[in-house]
C-alpha cells in the first residue's frame, strides 16, 4: 500500500447526543486518487472533513491518516500532513495580514525565514494574490478571504489536501485557477463542493452522501451524468451537462413547430 492514504472505517458521529449526524462511512482514499465529496446541505460533508483532520473527536469507528490514528496525541502529526481548507474562511484565517496567515504553518514547522518567506512569495503566486500580501484580513472580500485560505496550505506543502467549497466566493478566473492549481497537485485530494463542473473537472472519484451516509461511490464522469441520482438527491447536472441536454431538445424544434404552429408537412 501506498504511504499516503487514508482510512475510514464504519465511522459514526454525532454533536449532540440523539441526533446521529454520519452513520457507518466507510472508505478508502489512496495516494493518486482525487476524491469530489458530494450531496445536499447538511447531510454531513463539512463534518466528515472536520473529522478527518480531528477537529472532532468523539467519533465511533476508525480513522487513520497514512496510517496514524485521528486522536487526541497525533493530532500534530495528521495536522503536519493535511492541508485542510475550512468551508468557512473566517473559521480558517487569525492571522493579522495575509502574509502572516500564510507564513504560519512553514514557521511553525520551524523553518529559517528565508524559506518561510520563498514559500509566502510562492503560495501568493500561485494563487494571484501578491496584491494581498500585507492587507489586513478583516478588510478583505469573502473571495479574497477564500483565497488566502487556499494559500495558506499551499504554502505547508501538504501531502493530502481537504477543500471544503474551495470555490465558493472566487470571480471565473480565480476559479479557473484553482481548477488549474488542483490539478497540478499530485497527491490524494478531497473536495467537498456544490459547485460540480468543477468537481468534474478536478476529481476522477466522487463519494454521493446522503443524511450523514455515502450512497455511492464511484467514477465522477458515472455518477455526475446520472441525472435521476442527483436529483433524487437534491443536486443537479453539472452545468456543461445541462447544456448538452438543452441542445438536445433544441435539436427537435420539428416537432415542436409541427404541434405549435399548425405547419404541418
Ligand atoms: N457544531 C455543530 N453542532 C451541532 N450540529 C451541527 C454542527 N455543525 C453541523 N451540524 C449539523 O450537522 C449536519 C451536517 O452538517 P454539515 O455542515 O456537515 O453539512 P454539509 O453537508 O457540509 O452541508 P453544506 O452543503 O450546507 O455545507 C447539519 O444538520 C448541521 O446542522
Ligand atoms: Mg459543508
Redesign the pocket.
Known amino acids: 500500500m501506498s504511504h499516503i492514504h487514508i482510512d475510514v472505517e464504519k465511522i459514526s458521529f454525532a454533536y449532540e447526543s440523539g441526533r446521529t449526524i454520519l452513520t457507518d462511512v466507510s472508505f478508502h482514499a489512496a495516494e493518486n486518487d482525487s476524491i469530489g465529496l458530494i450531496g445536499a446541505n447538511g447531510v454531513g460533508?463539512?463534518t466528515l472533513l472536520k473529522l478527518l483532520v480531528g477537529l472532532n473527536l468523539n467519533y465511533e469507528g476508525s480513522i487513520r491518516v497514512m496510517d496514524i490514528p485521528v486522536e487526541k496525541q497525533t493530532l500534530s502529526q495528521v495536522r503536519s500532513r493535511i492541508g485542510y481548507v475550512f468551508?468557512d474562511s473566517d473559521s480558517q484565517l487569525f492571522m493579522t495580514t495575509a502574509y502572516e496567515d500564510i507564513a504560519f504553518a512553514p514557521r511553525n514547522y520551524g523553518l529559517p525565514e528565508d524559506e518561510v518567506k520563498k514559500r509566502v512569495e510562492q503560495a501568493l503566486h500561485l494563487t494571484g494574490i501578491e496584491y494581498l500580501r500585507d492587507k489586513q484580513i478583516y478588510k478583505m472580500s469573502g473571495g479574497e478571504k477564500k483565497l488566502v485560505s487556499i494559500a495558506t496550505i499551499l504554502s505547508m506543502t501538504p501531502d493530502i489536501i481537504l477543500m471544503?467549497?474551495p470555490s465558493i466566493a472566487l470571480d471565473p478566473r480565480n476559479r479557473r485557477n484553482l481548477i488549474r492549481i488542483l490539478n497540478s497537485f499530485e497527491h490524494l485530494k478531497i473536495i467537498?463542493s456544490h459547485d460540480l463542473d468543477m468537481i468534474l473537472d478536478t476529481c476522477k472519484r466522487t463519494i454521493l452522501m446522503s443524511d450523514g451516509k455515502i450512497i455511492r461511490d464511484g467514477a465522477t464522469k458515472e455518477i455526475l451524468s446520472d441525472r435521476k441520482l442527483l436529483e433524487d438527491n437534491g443536486l443537479e447536472l453539472p452545468l456543461c451537462m445541462q447544456g448538452i441536454a438543452d441542445k438536445q431538445v433544441k435539436e427537435k424544434p420539428a416537432y415542436i413547430g409541427r404541434r405549435g404552429t399548425g405547419t404541418e408537412e
Do not use: M
Request: charged share 50%; aromatic share 0%.
Open positions: 460533508k463539512s468551508q471544503d467549497e467537498a
